[in-house]
């Protein structure tokens, strides 16, 4: 295990911002992970671990700590007649994986395609995009306990899911370490087209034309992505971002409706899930539009997305303090104008020792 010190984290980052880790680690299996744990546990080091880098934001100064980069790779599928476990290494690519599922006609993922990040980050967040969520397809979460010093396999159940969220980025923040996390996908099962940008997107084919396959929807999903300034591309300055940079807000029906009247537009709103039961889903766009902020919006080299309002990026040069100036501008605006506070998607990296 070879340690490094003062490596720059911006590069390691889509935001492209972020000072230098005090040592950063590349682990490229669960003796190393384990190892890792050890050696900053020994110097009484702040640990963090580091997926794809597509949920971040790291502090101008840095992490005054060890970062272990998690690159635990290998793909292992075991199949039956009506289903597919496809065992995962928590530093696998997520759109490689995706896009695997699919040319292999194993559906449940499909609409999660564009995603950047490893695999190991999508049970922490229970990533989620176009209807589907990876809850619904987990079977396994194989993490390593800080605590205990040992590998634990998680069931579904026990990971505590719900919209954006789940143990290991709530109760038990910081505690575990995702190494592999096992799918159960459908093999044959029909793609989901239950967004309307997806509905839309297939509603033209003419009659007699087959089903869109699940490749076809992996390849709409990312259109529909970049039109959104949603999908890494090379050169686009509207990729440096994090993706969604505030959560979808979720409110009781007569909340909603208090809110629908204080703005101009029509307020779309989205069944919140099981877990919510009684409550919708409002969109974070259109409470930030209707509070007064227009695609492209500046503050200095942070500003929001030209394609979408709800991503805010790096326009060249911008720092954590920017970024953090123009989004507590943002929810400051929504909260006087709807009584709304939002919540940050990404995770704060290297806030609180400065």
């Not at 597919?84 to 449940?108: K, Q, T």
């Amino acid at each position: 295990m070879h340690i490094e010190e003062n490596q720059p984290l911006a590069p390691f980052t889509t935001f492209g911002i972020g000072g230098p880790a005090r040592w950063f680690v590349e682990a490229g299996s669960e003796d190393e992970i384990a190892e890792a744990v050890d050696w900053a546990s020994r110097r009484g080091a702040e640990l963090f671990v580091l997926g794809g880098g597509s949920n971040l934001l790291v502090s101008d100064s840095g992490f005054n700590g060890l970062v272990l980069r998690n690159a635990l790779a290998g793909i292992n599928m075991a199949a039956s007649q009506k289903q597919s476990i496809y065992a995962c290494g928590a530093g696998e690519n997520w759109d490689a994986f995706v896009e695997l599922a699919a040319r292999e006609d194993c559906a449940g993922i499909e609409c999660l395609a564009g995603i950047p990040g490893t695999v190991g980050g999508t049970p922490v967040q229970n990533v989620g995009a176009y209807g589907q969520e990876v809850a619904s397809t987990i079977a396994c979460v194989r993490a390593f306990d800080r605590e205990i010093r040992a590998f634990i396999e998680f069931s579904a159940g026990e990971c505590g899911f719900a919209y954006r969220r789940s143990r290991f980025n709530s109760t038990d923040r910081g505690r575990y370490i995702v190494t592999r996390v096992d799918y159960r996908l459908t093999p044959g099962g029909a793609p989901a087209l239950r967004y309307a940008d997806l509905q839309r997107a297939f509603a033209s084919r003419p009659d007699g034309k087959p089903a869109p396959s699940l490749t076809d929807v992996t390849a709409a999903v990312r259109r529909i992505r970049q039109s959104k300034g949603m999908l890494l591309v090379d050169g686009d300055p509207d990729c440096r971002s994090a993706g969604s940079f505030f959560k979808n807000p979720v409110v009781t029906e007569a909340q909603a409706l208090e809110i629908a009247a204080l703005g101009a537009k029509e307020l779309p709103r989205f069944p919140a899930g099981a877990e919510y039961f009684g409550k919708v889903k409002l969109p974070a766009a259109w409470l930030i539009e209707e509070a007064g902020f227009a695609k492209g919006y500046a503050l200095g080299s942070a500003a929001i997305s030209s394609r979408h309002t709800l991503a805010l990026v790096n326009r060249g040069g911008a720092t954590a303090h920017e970024i953090l100036a123009l989004a507590s501008e943002i929810r400051a605006a929504v909260e006087a104008r709807f009584g709304v506070r939002l919540e940050m998607e990404p995770v704060e990296v290297g806030f609180n020792e400065n």
